[in-house]
């Protein structure tokens, strides 16, 4: 494939962007993004090499010719700026999914460049955490913020659950930023603002929530998206614990997804994180989400001495 996936609109193309996916949302589509692993897999079916359908096209990033597509779309895509040729077919350079009945704009497949904006089964359990925490929460939201927001799922769902609430997404991806307006338009989360920041430099002022699901994987290529940098990844997670630490109100409340590297039934990730926490005076929780995840990753030799990758959740509380 020759497709560059690390595609960020411009002013010209986001009207047309955004007609192309409501008229890709009046058909009823739907598509929920899996691991790069399990869409390598699919697609190298043999009966899965060429697109039969919008699914295909900006779902599983699949060649495709134009008149399979209903009258109009290609245009648009045309105008987008999201039709890349691809041999004697075509490919989309975005891809569409859906979260909480809200389509999402994000990068396609593969992810291969630095610049890409993930979005993946992570993203969903991130928005589930979110929401399992929200009724929970009995201080007011006021002030709100994602840091490494990409497409800006997150901030979307803090910013659709919390209207009266200043929120914002913040990266250091302009492309991602830029998507990430595109999709607070479509999901109507008027509140939401995509601003550049590298954790919390440039925006001001306390917060009463902080998320994050920041990148925590130890890649080779220490593409942005992936790479969590530090030991095993966990590098970002912790350096937003000690942002966040500085930045909370009194009674705010970090919320950090993240991965955690396990090594012989051991946390280093959460014994840091504790150490942190506890010497800045935080009440905090910390548990597994999901105990095994992308497994072929440890394949990396980085992970020689790690027994499993464990999707986990802390929330830290300022007294």
Not at 15 to 27: G, I, K, M, P, Y
Not at 81 to 98: K, M
Not at 173 to 196: D, F, I, P, Q
């Amino acid at each position: 494939m020759t497709c560059n996936n690390a595609f960020a609109p411009d002013s010209s193309r986001t009207s047309a962007l955004l007609e192309l996916v409501r008229t890709v949302a009046a058909t009823g589509y739907r598509f929920t993004t899996v691991t790069p692993a399990t869409h390598q897999r699919v697609n190298a079916r043999p009966d899965n090499a060429w697109a039969r359908g919008l699914r295909d096209v900006f779902g599983w990033s699949r060649r495709f010719d134009p008149a399979i597509l209903p009258a109009g779309l290609f245009d648009l895509m045309q105008q987008a700026g999201v039709a890349a040729r691809d041999g004697d077919g075509w490919l989309s350079r975005v891809r569409l999914s859906t979260l909480d009945g809200q389509l999402y704009l994000h990068s396609a497949y593969p992810t291969i460049d630095e610049h890409s904006v993930f979005f993946g089964p992570d993203t969903y359990r991130y928005a589930d955490a979110i929401r399992q925490w929200l009724p929970t929460c009995t201080a007011a939201i006021r002030r709100a913020v994602d840091i490494g927001c990409g497409a800006g799922p997150g901030a979307i769902v803090v910013a659709l659950a919390t209207p009266e609430a200043q929120v914002w997404g913040v990266d250091i991806n302009e492309g991602a930023l830029a998507l990430a307006r595109v999709n607070a338009v479509l999901a109507g989360a008027s509140n939401m603002t995509a601003s550049r920041s590298d954790l919390l430099r440039d925006i001001e002022g306390e917060f009463d929530l902080i998320v994050a699901n920041p990148p925590y994987l130890a890649d080779p290529q220490e593409r942005a998206y992936r790479h969590g940098g530090g030991p095993l990844g966990a590098g970002l997670s912790l350096a937003i614990i000690d942002a966040a630490i500085g930045r909370l109100a009194p009674g705010g409340t970090l919320l950090l997804y993240t991965g955690a590297a396990i090594i012989d039934g051991d946390d280093p990730l959460r014994n840091a994180a504790v150490e942190r926490l506890s010497r800045a005076g935080l009440a905090w929780t910390y548990r597994e989400m999901d105990p095994d995840i992308f497994g072929e990753e440890l394949l990396n030799p980085a992970y020689a001495q790690t027994e499993r990758l464990a999707a986990v959740v802390l929330t830290a509380t300022k007294r």
